[in-house]
């Protein structure tokens, strides 16, 4: 938890972010990934100050045990002082201790946010998904809590100005915003409707800038000028193609050549026959996609 202090920018974490997607993906299937199409309303995590502290905070916590279709798991929420923002104890269950820092006392609009990076760690502790590192872990945390719908809190609560700062989540505003318009884009959703915080709505639009240019990267039809040239450059000079391109290019098993590329939707790899204009369909994601190979 940032609190008053620098914030970091950017996005030194998008390659974990998309391995999270593709992977959460891949644990969970489309059709399940397609029940979270309704994120986190505010008015079902909203808190006042003149709600009772402990009351309300069982409360919003049931609400997104209920969001992650987790019916048997019961959060026992506390407060105390602490470095991080919050801390949940993951045992068997199917009762959970988590523990909130005592900021929230008097910060309570936030306690949403902090409880839905804790959920979902009880929700991927019961899907047996994780990364080799705990930094990983915590990237992989907060990029499934913002994709399936209640991670949105997370970035309503980055806030900063002249004087003071407060962010809670591992990912910078910015790559909380990409996430974000994954899922908007998915979805069809607008979750910037929902911010109360500018700062937040700022980081979503550049979030979702860098979003959509997942879509526009050759071979997909989408691709700018420059991009299909330096495609029709590399298609006719395999051996010299960068390793940061987008795409690869390898011979099938009968010499044939075909290019790979990261969905634009779940990033996992694609392959597709070089031979102009092909249709290619997402095996994870459903995605469908025109490509002039």
């Keep these: 938890m940032a609190n008053g202090g620098p914030v970091e920018h950017g996005y030194p974490h998008l390659e974990t972010v998309r391995a999270a997607i593709t992977a959460l993906y891949r644990r969970l299937s489309y059709d399940t990934v397609q029940m979270f199409s309704a994120s986190v309303a505010p008015a079902d995590v909203a808190f006042c100050d003149t709600d009772d502290l402990h009351l309300g905070a069982q409360r919003v916590a049931r609400e997104i045990v209920r969001h992650f279709r987790l019916p048997d798991a019961r959060l026992v929420v506390g407060f105390r002082e602490m470095t991080?923002?919050?801390n949940v104890e993951l045992a068997a269950g199917p009762e959970y201790f988590v523990e909130l820092n005592d900021r929230f006392r008097t910060h309570r609009r936030d306690i949403g946010a902090a409880l839905a990076h804790e959920v979902t760690h009880v929700y991927l502790h019961r899907l047996d998904l994780?990364?080799?590192?705990?930094?990983?872990?915590?990237?992989?945390?907060?990029t499934v809590a913002t994709y399936l719908g209640a991670g949105w809190l997370l970035l309503d609560a980055y806030r900063e100005d002249g004087v003071s700062s407060q962010k809670l989540g591992y990912l910078t505003p910015e790559e909380f915003g990409y996430v974000l318009a994954k899922r908007s884009l998915f979805f069809h959703e607008d979750?910037?409707?929902w911010f109360t915080s500018a700062q937040a709505y700022t980081a979503y639009a550049r979030g979702l800038d860098r979003a959509r240019q997942d879509g526009h990267q050759p071979p997909l039809t989408g691709a700018g000028w420059a991009g299909r040239r330096r495609y029709a450059h590399d298609r006719r000079h395999v051996s010299g193609v960068?390793?940061?391109?987008?795409?690869?290019?390898?011979?099938?098993?009968?010499?044939r050549l075909r290019v790979s590329f990261p969905c634009p939707t779940c990033h996992?790899?694609?392959?597709v026959p070089v031979?102009?204009?092909?249709?290619?369909?997402?095996?994870?994601?459903?995605?469908?996609?025109?490509c002039d190979t």
């Design 84 to 86: 991080h923002a919050a």
């Design 191 to 193: 979750p910037s409707v």
């Design 242 to 255: 960068p390793p940061t391109a987008p795409y690869a290019f390898t011979p099938d098993p009968a010499g």
């Design 275 to 290: 031979r102009g204009r092909v249709r290619a369909r997402c095996a994870l994601c459903r995605t469908v996609l025109e």
């Design 130 to 142: 994780a990364f080799p590192s705990t930094a990983e872990n915590e990237i992989l945390t907060d």
């Design 268 to 271: 996992q790899r694609i392959r």
